[in-house]
């Protein structure tokens, strides 16, 4: 082996090393372990925090249709216990009503009998005095004192005979008695009247004594039902008010979860930029005057190669699908599933479930997994490539990758098939970009 293409491999080597140590998947120098450490472990608490927010997230939404559908509840709850609430106080004066009517109308029987019973003494005692006036008469053998009182009665008339006065006495006792007995038949009328119309009242007063019932039955029954739907409002508002609290406070915290892994992936990345450069100033000095060759695009290509391409892109990563196909590009975006306003780093590309997905680029299988934002994933470690350190990152499968972390894959090799896990609304293959540890825009990398 010659002295150039021992440094060249050298290179490479240290180059492969820096990549993998950027992207935690393997072991870095011994003198960058705390870093590489403190990485992981900061990747790892952001991992936690977005998944924590993805459920808090999602608990809030389900919270937040329980209580608009609970809401409209109470609204009509409160309508039924205001009806019913109308109709017990309508209940409640109707039989109020019907209870001084019915008073009235015992008050006024009771009246008319006492007044029956006046006429039935009257008439006895004209019926006394009638029978007086025949007695003494007849004792006396003619009228007698009879004639005084008849005198008295007329007002001393000129009576031309006996027989005539005597049929005016009989006259009046028998209009007597015949007012009286009139009287007590009007009387008797107008109380069977009385009474009929005291039990038609009695029977209306139960009745409305039973609407009174029903309607203050009905109203207990409202107003439970609204205290019901009210209480479980109330509860609902307490645990979407302490989810909304949470919300914040995790975006918070994955917020600065997020800016602590930026401040170590720059930290590993200067790092990783001046090994680079070390090794291209010490490849430079062992072939002196050598150009390195032009990325090749065959299907042959390895990640670990080391292309002069530059950092721009230039197709160095062959095209999942047609660029006019995106549905979703690389940019900041209010996220579908979140309802929040979050850089989406890559682009979709409109893949059925179950559709094979092909490595971009050869390379190293530097992780693959799940979790919560792209669900089933791999991330491919394509090496330094015109001294930027370029990997590719694959979203959504249906389930886990067919390739295992630190595989060697080529170009267009099979590394899964198309889904829609982790936070996604539909299937497709979510295809990002990172170089140098950041995301970015895939487009100006992929032919």
């Given amino acids: 082996m010659s002295h150039n293409h021992r440094v060249l491999r050298q290179g490479r080597l240290i180059a492969g090393a820096c990549a993998i140590a950027l992207l935690s998947t393997a072991i870095a120098a011994p003198a960058s372990a705390d870093v590489d450490d403190q990485k992981k472990k900061s990747d790892h608490k952001v991992a936690t925090a977005q998944r924590n927010l993805d459920d808090t997230s999602a608990k809030l939404v389900k919270v937040n ?70 007695r003494q008469s007849y004792m006396s053998g003619g009228l ?68 009174q019932t029903a309607a203050k039955k009905a109203q207990g029954k409202a107003k439970t039902a609204r205290n019901k739907v009210v209480s479980l409002q109330k509860t609902q508002t307490k645990q979407r008010n302490a989810l909304a609290k949470q919300k914040k406070t995790e975006l918070a915290n994955l917020k600065k979860q997020k800016k602590e892994s930026s401040r170590l992936a720059a930290i590993i990345r200067k790092r990783n930029i001046a090994a680079a450069k070390a090794a291209k100033r010490k490849r430079e000095t062992a072939t002196r005057k050598a150009t390195p060759p032009p990325v090749r695009h065959s299907s042959s290509s390895s990640g670990s190669g080391t292309s002069r391409h530059s950092s721009g892109g230039g197709g160095i990563l062959a095209a999942p ?109 979510h295809f990002g970009v990172m170089a140098n540890g950041r995301w970015v825009n895939p487009i100006p990398y992929i032919s």
């Fill in 321 to 429: 699908g047609s660029l006019g196909s995106i549905v979703s590009g690389f940019g900041s975006r209010v996220n579908p599933v979140l309802g929040i306003s979050m850089l989406h780093a890559g682009d979709d590309f409109p893949y059925a479930c179950g559709t094979p997905v092909h490595a971009a680029r050869g390379g190293t299988v530097a992780s693959t997994g799940w979790d919560s934002a792209g669900g089933n994933f791999v991330l491919i470690d394509h090496g330094y490539i015109g001294g930027t350190n370029i990997a590719s990152y694959y979203a959504h499968f249906q389930r886990s990758a067919v390739v295992h972390r630190g595989q060697h894959v080529s170009k267009g090799q099979l590394i899964g098939y198309s889904g829609t896990t982790g936070r996604s609304t539909g299937c497709h293959m």
């Fill in 65 to 134: 249709k329980a209580l608009i559908t609970t809401n409209k509840k109470v609204t009509k709850a409160q309508s039924k216990l205001k009806s019913a609430n109308k109709k017990v106080t309508k209940a409640n004066n109707h039989l109020r009503d019907m209870r001084s009517q019915l008073a009235i109308a015992k008050a006024d029987e009771s009246k008319n009998k006492n007044t029956l019973k006046v006429n039935k003494s009257k008439q006895a005692k004209s019926k006394v005095l009638v029978g007086g006036i025949a």
């Fill in 144 to 211: 007698g004192n009879l004639q005084l009182t008849l005198n008295i009665l007329t007002s001393h008339g000129d009576v031309t005979s006996k027989l005539s006065v005597a049929d005016m006495v009989m006259r009046q006792q028998g209009g007597v008695l015949s007012k009286l007995a009139s009287e007590r038949a009007k009387g008797t009328a107008a109380n069977d009247r009385l009474s009929a119309a005291r039990r038609r009242i009695a029977t209306l007063t139960v009745q409305a004594t039973n609407a």
